[in-house]
């Protein structure tokens, strides 16, 4: 009985986030963004919340020994090539990951800090931001904060003083991570301008993106997989940054509006041409 070759396995992402029922933000994003750039994606649920496009009403952390044993199973099973933290929910989920990532340096590690939903809902606490900054951003190999969470950050330790956005980021490299992607999507501009440090070297790339109209639900969750993807594909950390920027304004201006809030990203623009895709 003849039996069909069996294909290699795509590159596969680990991704810890919490459960976004709106499909807007969360672990959701995170899965469609690794699987439409070909990747494989492995869902570590961190959080069950309540929430939808206008805000989130609730967030409950899943239990940190089950958040380990997800993850475990699945790198003792399959051979990962790139880990991306989102919303962890807890301080102990957050120092379970950090150990986690502590087995595996030689996987990069990608960490979008959330820290607050569009519509401004907090989502940590001091004990949460310490265990980022201590623990979590020194084994991180790019961070991806927007200018509101990178002074958060930043002013946890203290540094009240840091006025620029470039002495911010440079205050993050010195917590031990890689790189810092810096966006601005929250600031006041014209363009959007996102600017990638490195430690060590300081300003490293700069790239700045028509400003679309609206706001959207779960953009940051959207760079930060399509960045551990190119990784995960093989890409240098600059390249991969490019092009994660690149798809993830495609998915904005591709994006829809399905409830009373913010807009939803379409991370699959590419294959719905009944919807008008944007062109490759």
Same mark, same amino acid.
């Given at each position: 009985?003849?039996r069909?070759?069996?294909?290699? @396995?795509?590159?596969?992402? =680990?991704?810890? %986030? !919490?459960?976004?029922?709106?499909g807007? &933000? *969360? /672990?959701?994003a #995170?899965?469609?963004?690794?699987?439409?750039l070909?990747?494989?994606?492995?869902?570590?649920?961190?959080?069950?919340?309540?929430?939808?496009?206008?805000?989130?009403?609730k967030?409950?952390?899943?239990?940190?020994?089950c958040?380990?044993?997800?993850?475990?199973?699945?790198l003792?099973?399959?051979?990962?090539? @790139?880990?991306?933290v989102? =919303?962890?929910g %807890? !301080?102990?989920?957050?120092?379970?990951i &950090? *150990? /986690?990532?502590g #087995?595996?340096p030689?996987?990069?590690?990608?960490?979008?800090?959330?820290?607050?939903?569009g519509?401004?809902?907090?989502?940590?606490?001091?004990?949460?931001?310490?265990?980022?900054r201590?623990?979590?951003?020194?084994?991180?190999?790019?961070?991806?904060?927007?200018s509101?969470?990178?002074?958060r950050?930043?002013?946890?330790a203290?540094?009240?003083?840091?006025?620029?956005?470039?002495?911010?980021a440079?205050a993050?490299?010195?917590?031990g991570?890689?790189y810092v992607?810096?966006t601005?999507t929250h600031?006041?501009?014209?363009?959007?301008?996102?600017?990638?440090?490195?430690?060590?070297l300081?300003?490293?790339?700069?790239?700045?993106w028509?400003r679309?109209p609206?706001?959207y639900?779960g953009?940051g969750?959207t760079l930060?997989?399509?960045?551990a993807?190119?990784?995960?594909?093989?890409?240098?950390?600059?390249d991969?940054?490019?092009?994660?920027?690149?798809?993830?304004w495609r998915?904005?201006?591709a994006?829809?509006?399905p409830?009373m809030?913010?807009?939803i990203?379409?991370?699959?623009?590419?294959?719905?041409p009944?919807?008008?895709?944007?062109?490759?």
């Open positions: 009985m003849n069909r070759p069996v294909r290699p @396995a795509p590159p596969i992402v =680990l991704v810890f %986030s !919490a459960n976004d029922p709106s807007g &933000a *969360g /672990i959701e #995170d899965l469609l963004t690794v699987a439409a070909g990747c494989h994606p492995l869902p570590v649920i961190t959080a069950l919340t309540v929430q939808d496009t206008v805000g989130v009403g967030v409950l952390a899943v239990d940190a020994d958040v380990e044993e997800q993850a475990r199973a699945v003792e099973d399959m051979r990962v090539a @790139a880990l991306k989102g =919303l962890a %807890s !301080a102990e989920n957050i120092r379970t &950090a *150990g /986690i990532a #087995d595996y030689e996987i990069p590690l990608v960490v979008d800090p959330v820290l607050a939903s519509r401004g809902d907090d989502l940590v606490d001091d004990e949460m931001i310490d265990g980022l201590e623990i979590l951003i020194p084994q991180t190999t790019v961070l991806t904060p927007n509101l969470e990178a002074r950050l930043v002013e946890r203290g540094d009240n003083d840091i006025q620029t956005l470039e002495a911010c440079q993050l490299l010195e917590l991570c890689e992607l810096l601005g600031d006041n501009t014209a363009r959007v301008v996102n600017r990638l440090y490195e430690r060590g300081g300003l490293l790339r700069s790239d700045d028509d679309l609206g706001s639900h953009s969750c930060a997989s399509a960045v993807a190119h990784l995960a594909r093989g890409l240098a950390v600059d991969a940054v490019r092009a994660a920027q690149d798809y993830t998915t904005l201006a994006g829809f509006r409830g809030g913010q807009i990203p379409d991370r699959l623009f590419s294959t719905h009944y919807r008008g895709g944007l062109d490759a």
